[in-house]
Each structure stands twice: as structure tokens, then as C-alpha cells.
């Protein structure tokens, strides 16, 4: 039997009661960093979603998979070897190249460090907020994921580690409004910020000079100022330049050459300095070399 | 509140965030119905004296979680939605099935412009025109999805 006069507070007083914890959740959470244990707390309990609604398309993958025949799998083979061996050719290159400027640099005496370790996580195709760029990928703490960490795709830089939950993480994409990174032009290492628009294949240049040498196709690289994202990973390409007489500044916008909206697997990077602080160098699949071990110690 | 009355819930609820983060093509993801905010208003005009603001509440938060938007924002928006059936819940038993999916609409109306709101208060991009597109599907979706959870309350003899 229904009771005659409700127990409890009333429905306004609930209303106010929800109302005040709402609004202190938007501040902390857009203010504090503290909370954010909360979030992967109830994160991990809703995994199972995430898991289940990601469930779909990977199955689709494997089958993919599966029913590839084998005139298929041989042109695959084949291409796949090709790229290898151009690969490999360029990767000479660049070895000596990468040694020559280590030296150089050493006699510079600049902390110039080079050498990643990285870890391929593969995203969970799930839909989440959509006024937000962001991904969800299947990689968390227990794996040494941490908060800042930057992730690439094969091509370029996708963006940044936003939340780290034990069994996933979300990935804060560059096109994310609320994203910026410090850039160079690689063409003549003109420095700017590029700002995501909320547009999936948008960034804006922040503050660029109407003299400034920058052309549309001008390939914009990290610069490694901001300390999150290791410098010399191509970042975007220059679409347009306007110059308009009303504004301080020209409008310079560029399309990220990663594939933000495409890519399968994504490489989460540890760069050297955070390995050296966590003394993790050992292991960093001998990228660690003694040289730049030296450069960080003798600054 | 039984324990088989809490499953319920709590699964219906499962599902609806469930859907909410199912991968759809690119064009169809401004028509996706508000799955959470529909089962919340079902629950509330079903269990009047039981569901109320602090599920909406709850509803709201753990799916801030799961799509990974602001935290609070739909915590925020849910409870006033919540509260706002919960005051007209009483009317909408009475109304007939288009007066209801018109009030239905309404509710949902106010639980995304109050989402709107906290978007563009904490500098966030706002979405353009096809933001209420949801709201339109939501409510030509409300009969049928009213009926199949009604039907799902009575087959599992929810009390």
C-alpha cells in the first residue's frame, strides 16, 4: 500500500540536493584533477560496456579476417613486404643521420634526447560524446598508461592521454577544442600553436604574423616545447592562409595528417626522459644509448 | 524496493547506455534517440513513488562515465528532467498516447537545452541545429518503447 504522505525530502528539496552535487561535479571535474579517481572508479564498472558495445566490430575484423582468401592474403604479403624493404632502406639512412646529430649536438652540449619506447593499443570502436573529439582505447594503467601520455598512429601525432582508467584510457584527439600543441614549420621551424576547432579535420594557427613564411602544404612537425609530445612528429598539413586587412593575425588552418577518424591501432610513446625518471631505460628496447644517457646527466 | 525491482532498473538502464555508445554509421549518430533520458522518464511515470530525482541523478552521472563528456553535466540535466516528470507525472497517466509523446518531447526538449546550457557556460564547443533531432525521434519512439518496457515489467512481475 502506497503511503499517504511521502517519506523523505520532497521532490524540490532532492531536486536542489542532486542540483548542488551536479554542479560541484562540472566544477571539479573542469578545474581539480583530484577527482578524476571517481571517474575511473565507476569507469571500470562500466567497462563491460565499453567491451560489449566495441564487441560488434571487432568480430567483424576477425571474420574479415577469417575469409581472406589467399590470393588476397599474397597481395597483402607482398605489399606489405615492398614497404618493408623501403622501410628499412630509409631506416639506414636515418640511423647514421640520427647518430651524426646526436654527435653534433653533444658537442653542442645541448640535452638533446632522443629514443622511445612504445605500446600499440587498438581502439574500441564505441560512440562517445559527440561534441567531444575524443577515442577510448583498450590500453589503461595496468599497463604503465599515464595522464599527458602522447599517442601517434602510423602516420602523425592523434593526441594525448586525457583519462587513464586500469583497463582503458581516453585519448583527447588534436582536433579537440579544448587542445592545443606548440608546432614548427619543418620547412623553416617557424613556431605557432596549433588549436583543435572541433572539427575532425581542422586545426587553427594561433598567432601567426601576416609576414610570417608559412605556404599552404607546409608540413607542421611538434616542436617539443610543451613537454607532452616528443619533438619532430609531423602533425598536420597547411590547407589555407588568409590574410585579412581587419585582423591582427593571419588565418592559418591545417588538417592533421593522421588519420584521426580511420586508424584501428594507435602507439602509445614513453619518451626517454620519463623513462630515465622512472629508471625504466633498460628495457627501452636499446633506444637508450649511452650517449643520450649522458646528455640528460650533464645538462 | 525489492532486490527484483532493482535489476530491472539497473538492467533497462544497462541497455540504454548500452545503445548510447553502440558504434552507428556517421549520418545516423544526430538521430540516435535519447536511450537514458527515455527509460528515466518511463521508470519515473511508472514508479512515481519509487524513481525520482536521485535515479535520474544516478542515471545521468554513469553516463557522463560512459560516453565520457563533463562530469556532472548530464547528472545535472537528468535530475532536472527527473524532477520536472515527476511533477507532471500525474498528468501524463491521464493524457492519451500523442498528448503523452508531445509532453515526452517537452521533458526531453528541457534535459538538452539544460545540457546546451552547461555546454556553452563552461566554454565548450555548441553543437548546432541537429542537437534536438534526438528529441524529435525520442518522442515518435516513446509509445512503442513505453509498451515493450511495460510489457517487460509485467512478464518479469516487477512490483
Keep these: ?81 615492398q614497404e618493408n624493404l623501403t ?42 560524446d559527440p561534441y567531444r573529439q575524443q577515442v577510448l582505447v ?48 619543418n620547412r623553416n621551424g617557424l613556431r605557432s600553436i596549433a588549436t583543435g576547432s572541433g572539427l575532425i579535420d581542422q586545426l587553427n594557427l594561433l598567432h601567426v604574423p601576416k609576414k610570417a613564411d608559412i605556404r ?23 590547407t589555407e592562409v588568409s590574410i585579412e586587412p581587419g585582423k591582427r593575425f593571419a588565418t592559418v588552418t591545417a588538417e592533421p595528417t593522421a588519420r584521426l577518424d580511420r586508424s584501428h591501432e594507435v602507439l602509445m610513446v614513453w619518451s626517454l626522459p620519463r623513462l630515465m625518471e622512472e629508471g625504466a631505460v633498460t628495457d627501452a628496447g636499446g633506444v637508450g644509448t649511452a650517449s643520450s644517457q649522458h646528455a640528460v646527466l650533464e645538462p | ?23 552507428m554509421p556517421t549520418w545516423a549518430i544526430g538521430y540516435r534517440p535519447q536511450w537514458a533520458a527515455l527509460t528515466i522518464v518511463f521508470w519515473v511515470t511508472a514508479f512515481p513513488d519509487r ?27 537528468f535530475s532536472i528532467m527527473g ?6 507525472q500525474h498528468r501524463i497517466a491521464l493524457f492519451l498516447a500523442w498528448q503523452q509523446a508531445l509532453s515526452v518531447w517537452l521533458i526531453l526538449t528541457v534535459e538538452r537545452l539544460v545540457s546546451l546550457w552547461v555546454l556553452s557556460a563552461t566554454n565548450q564547443p555548441t553543437p548546432g541545429l541537429s542537437y534536438w533531432n534526438a528529441t524529435i525521434v525520442s518522442m515518435l519512439l516513446w509509445p512503442w518503447f513505453a509498451a515493450l518496457l511495460r510489457a517487460l515489467v509485467r512478464r518479469l512481475d516487477v512490483t
Design chain 2, 51 to 77: 524513481v525520482g530525482v536521485f535515479w535520474a541523478f544516478f542515471a545521468g552521472l554513469m553516463l557522463d562515465v560512459v560516453t565520457g563528456s563533463l562530469l556532472g553535466l548530464h547528472a545535472l540535466s
Design chain 2, 83 to 88: 524532477y520536472l516528470t515527476v511533477e507532471l
Design chain 1, 87 to 128: 622501410l628499412s632502406a630509409r631506416l639506414q639512412r636515418f640511423d647514421a643521420l640520427e647518430s651524426e646529430n646526436e654527435r653534433l649536438r653533444n658537442l653542442l652540449g645541448s640535452a638533446f634526447k632522443v629514443g622511445e619506447r612504445v605500446l600499440i593499443a587498438e581502439l574500441l570502436q564505441v560512440d562517445l
Design chain 1, 1 to 81: 500500500m502506497k503511503p499517504l504522505f511521502n517519506r523523505g525530502p520532497s521532490a524540490i528539496v532532492r531536486l536542489v540536493m542532486a542540483s548542488l552535487v551536479a554542479l560541484a561535479l562540472i566544477i571539479a571535474d573542469l578545474h581539480y584533477r583530484e577527482f578524476d579517481a571517481l571517474r575511473s572508479g565507476l569507469a571500470v564498472t562500466l567497462y563491460p560496456l565499453h567491451f560489449l558495445a566495441a564487441l560488434p566490430s571487432r568480430l567483424a575484423r576477425n571474420i574479415e579476417n577469417q575469409v581472406a582468401d589467399k590470393a588476397q592474403l599474397r597481395a597483402e604479403n607482398k605489399r606489405l613486404h
Design chain 2, 1 to 23: 524496493m525489492s532486490i527484483r525491482f532493482l535489476w530491472t532498473i539497473l538492467l533497462t538502464l544497462g541497455v540504454a547506455w548500452f545503445l548510447t555508445i553502440l558504434p
Design chain 1, 216 to 238: 599552404v602544404g607546409d608540413l607542421l612537425v611538434t616542436s617539443g616545447l610543451g613537454g607532452t609530445y616528443p619533438p619532430g612528429y609531423p602533425v598536420a598539413r597547411v
Design chain 1, 138 to 185: 583498450d590500453k589503461g594503467t595496468l599497463s604503465g598508461v599515464f595522464v599527458g601520455q602522447p599517442v601517434l598512429d602510423a602516420n602523425a601525432v592523434m593526441g594525448q592521454v586525457e583519462r587513464a582508467n586500469p583497463l582503458t584510457s581516453t585519448v583527447l584527439l588534436i582536433t579537440d577544442a579544448r587542445h592545443s600543441l606548440p608546432v614548427k614549420v
